[in-house]
């Protein structure tokens, strides 16, 4: 009982995740910067590999600005469940083990995908409660992105789950540590999937909800200080959890030769944001018909054709 | 049992702690009339809340219900015998095909 609450708390778990994922943005801004022939952050420790606990640290002590017509209690309370929906999805993750997370049942995937649904819900809400012109915009156009991204990336994920005969996470690592890795096997899933965690995750080339050239900041405009900060945190666990979900499906998750697994999942998932932060300097925006229309008209067919070939071939 | 329910009460409680530990540490800025109203980019924009015309969603919500179901009965299809499976992805295929290139107005 200690133990596992000490596992979940400190570990592989909440601790760990959130300092890993500071990492990863890190590492993200890093690339998307050398990428735009800029150094990105330099001087907060080496390399600045310190400037988001930086920047995380400065946000908590700024004031925390509360419009007065904002709908309080649910303005005060999704930054907390905006973090802690990510944070409970690493659970389910198997980093630590091969074949399990700190928690983990069969069918611990659909619960997983219900919390990255549940997470854009929460944008939504949160949008509302603010009352801004700007936060809800960007609020109804991250609900029109969740309506156009949730299907082709649920069918996709789901996809493997009927070769490998089980819904767990880590049935699937394991399936995939006896066989080939899913991206041999099913490679139009794990673009669709890829795709459609960018458009998940609001990265740029589908950043719609937050475009900074037509709506301020987004969904994130009235939020100030200490939320403002659990926020981006949050987008940082959430970066996070969706590259170590997309290692762990189609990469093959902890397996590999010598290094434990954790190395191994790490390693795979940062390959994955390495390829995200390339299509983020690569690409600019869509816009939200664009996103929409692509995504029912090119992803959503494919990921039904994927199926139909795992299920029959 | 505990470990499921643990794993959703832990995150919880950390989110919770940083957001205090923020409210302590915050500076506290003097009352300004100015400084509580909604962004608005330094326009004079109307108090009332924005009114959205959200009757174009309806058409994603019926789509996105038809192929959430779809989701979860290919999920619980695991141990059929993949030709339903075919029989049942491929009717749908065409019928999103059928829409795609029907309807223009897709996009909100």
Redesign the interface.
């Known amino acids: ?1 200690i133990v ?2 000490l596992k ?2 400190i570990f592989p ?3 760990f995740i ?1 300092v890993l994922s500071l990492f990863y943005e890190w590492l993200d801004r890093k690339i998307y910067a050398r990428l735009q022939h800029r150094y990105g952050p330099l001087y907060t420790g080496p390399s600045g590999i310190l400037q988001p606990l930086a920047d995380f640290i400065k946000l ?11 709908d309080k209690w649910v303005f005060r309370m999704m ?3 905006l ?3 990510p ?2 999805a690493s ?2 993750i198997p980093i630590l083990e091969l074949s399990r997370g ?2 983990s ?1 069969e069918g611990d995937l ?1 619960f997983v995908l219900l919390l990255l649904t549940l997470y854009s819900v929460s944008i939504v809400l949160a949008a509302w409660a ?5 936060s ?2 960007g609020g ?1 156009r991250t ?2 992105q969740l ?2 991204f ?2 082709p990336l ?2 996709s994920l ?1 996809a493997p ?2 070769d490998a ?3 767990s996470i880590g049935g699937l690592v394991l399936w995939q540590s006896g066989n080939l890795p899913f991206i041999m096997l099913q490679p139009i899933g794990f673009i669709v999937a890829f795709l459609c965690f960018i458009g998940e995750l609001e990265r740029i080339p589908f950043d719609i909800p937050h475009a900074e050239t037509e709506l ?1 900041a987004g969904w994130i ?2 939020f100030s ?3 403002l ?2 926020i981006r ?1 949050s987008m940082d666990v959430e970066l996070l959890v969706a590259s170590m979900l997309l290692a762990c499906i189609y990469l093959g998750g902890g397996a590999g030769p010598i290094l434990p697994p954790i190395i191994w999942l790490i390693l795979k998932s940062l390959v994955i944001l390495a390829l995200m932060s390339n299509v983020r300097a690569l690409l600019a925006r869509f816009r ?3 996103a ?2 692509g995504a ?2 090119i992803l ?2 494919l990921a ?2 994927q ?2 070939l795992a ?2 071939l | 049992m ?3 329910a ?3 009460i ?3 409680i ?3 702690i ?2 205090w ?3 302590r ?5 003097s009352a300004n009339p100015g ?7 330094g326009e004079d ?1 109307p ?1 009332a ?2 009114n ?1 015309d ?1 009757t174009r ?1 309806y058409i ?2 019926v ?2 219900m038809i ?2 179901i ?2 979860i009965i ?2 619980f ?3 059929a015998n ?2 339903y ?2 029989l049942f ?2 009717p ?2 065409v019928a ?2 059928f829409i ?1 290139m029907k309807i223009e107005d ?3």
């Open positions: 009982m596992t609450i979940m708390a778990g909440v601790l959130a908590l002590s700024k004031e925390d600005i509360e419009p007065e017509i904002s930054p907390v469940i973090l802690a929906l944070l409970i659970m389910y700190l928690a049942f659909i603010s009352t801004n012109r700007f809800i915009v109804i609900a029109i309506f156009s949730e299907i649920v069918i789901l789950s009927i005969g089980t819904l301020v405009t009235e200080g200490r939320k900060a659990l945190l939200i018909d664009q929409a229309r029912w008209r959503t067919p039904l054709i199926t139909l299920a029959t | 505990v470990e499921e643990l794993s959703i832990i995150p919880l950390f989110a919770s940083i957001y530990v923020g409210g540490i915050a500076a506290k800025g400084k509580v109203k909604p962004y608005a980019c924009l108090g809340k924005l959205l959200i969603f994603y919500l789509y996105f192929f959430d779809l989701g290919l999920s299809a695991l141990t993949p030709i499976v075919a992805i491929a749908t295929i999103l095909l795609a897709i996009g909100g």
